[in-house]
């Protein structure tokens, strides 16, 4: 395997964590704004190719509802019943996938550095 093929293999990895990591804030960043009423709640976000990865394995997205409610007459968003909609996503799973992806994406940038110094260690033994 080449050099250039292992860092562009790093590199692509960089890319995708830092994508799982963005889509995972915006997820948590939403979750707690409440919908109109009679708007329809967006589904959580996923990074393109974890979407693309799930829909050629014949995976169906998650059986969940996409808004849960909270009584709450006297909120300005309720509903003609006092009801609050607020968008299903739940921030345990959207909390461990920016955790894993940071993880991930630490991971990328050791192996990244570690090849660095491996070819100027390289250079210099070279130019002895």
Same mark, same amino acid.
């Given at each position: 395997m080449s050099m250039d093929a292992i860092l562009e293999a790093s590199r692509a990895g960089l890319d995708y964590e830092r994508m799982r990591m963005d889509a995972a804030s915006r997820n948590i960043a939403s979750a707690n704004v409440p919908l109109a009423p009679g708007a329809v709640a967006a589904a959580a976000q996923a990074p393109d190719f974890a979407s693309k990865l799930a829909e050629s394995a014949g995976l169906s997205a998650d059986p969940l509802p996409a808004t849960r409610t909270v009584h709450d007459p006297d909120h300005p968003m309720a509903d003609a019943q006092g009801r609050v909609h607020y968008p299903a996503i739940d921030l345990v799973s959207e909390m461990t996938t920016l955790m894993t992806a940071? +993880?991930?994406? @630490?991971?990328?940038?050791?192996?990244?550095?570690?090849?660095?110094?491996?070819?100027? +260690?390289?250079? @210099?033994?070279g130019a002895k």
């Amino acid at each position: 395997m080449s050099m250039d093929a292992i860092l562009e293999a790093s590199r692509a990895g960089l890319d995708y964590e830092r994508m799982r990591m963005d889509a995972a804030s915006r997820n948590i960043a939403s979750a707690n704004v409440p919908l109109a009423p009679g708007a329809v709640a967006a589904a959580a976000q996923a990074p393109d190719f974890a979407s693309k990865l799930a829909e050629s394995a014949g995976l169906s997205a998650d059986p969940l509802p996409a808004t849960r409610t909270v009584h709450d007459p006297d909120h300005p968003m309720a509903d003609a019943q006092g009801r609050v909609h607020y968008p299903a996503i739940d921030l345990v799973s959207e909390m461990t996938t920016l955790m894993t992806a940071s +993880r991930g994406y @630490e991971a990328n940038v050791r192996a990244f550095n570690l090849l660095r110094g491996m070819v100027l +260690r390289a250079l @210099e033994i070279g130019a002895k």
